[in-house]
């Protein structure tokens, strides 16, 4: 007798352990609120090939990672990311975020620096490098760009004081092989490329640290699949050329989604 009457004691706890866990599941995707997505071609879904016909020359995507985390999310959408975004054209990204807001997403920075050129230029054949590009590049991600991105991300804080935000960042593309003959794209002008991608992530990182925002680092998610690996989550110089140098649909849904993801459902889960 008293083993039924402690199996129906175990009963009446499990029963219990899962109405609390189905309330705690409930009260959570209630709290998945409205979604904003910022920035630049990386969140907008260039390289994807495949764009809603609506979005012009911002060439948004439904392969792009702010649209499949807002379903993962359960969160509506503002899809305002844009190609060719830099931090001024994001300023005007912020006019759908209000105090209702409760998660916002924003990648910038690499058009800023002028990555694209540089990429091109370094695509010259010989004799032409793009050592001085470079450099340029640098300078201005480590003397500009971090007060550019203090004054966007009080701007997104001002707007949108309850949303959980995450600032994304962008892969290092090259693996030091040279697989394309229309690219000539030098191992030593990869590495340096690499570097540059590197100070990047860096310097994206501290600012967002210091206004309390969670930084996305994907670089170490795209490792083994950058351009001229064998499988590629990037594409090398394609046709059009606007595909160049950008995540395909795996790099989106497989690189970016997986930890974008996680940063908001984290985000979440603490508050």
Known sequence: MRIRTNSFRLILVSAAVTVLCLAGVTQAQAAAGPYTALGDSYSSGVGSR????DSGSCYRSPLAYPVRVAAQLGAPLTFAACSGA???DVLNQL???NTGTAFVTVSVGGNDAGFADVITQCALPWPWTCT???TAANNYIRN???GALDNLYNQIRAKAPNAKVAVVGYPRLFNGEECNVLARISPAEQSSLNATADLLATTTAGRASAHGFRFVDVRTAFTGHAVCD???WLNGLSNPVLESYHPNSTGQASGY???V???LSAALTQA
């Open 50 to 53: 495949t764009y809603y016909s």
């Open 86 to 88: 830099r931090v001024p």
């Open 95 to 97: 006019a759908g975020l």
């Open 132 to 134: 001085s590009q470079i």
């Open 144 to 146: 500009t760009l971090p």
């Open 230 to 232: 064998d499988v590629e």
């Open 257 to 259: 989604t997986p930890l």
């Open 261 to 263: 993801a996680s940063a």
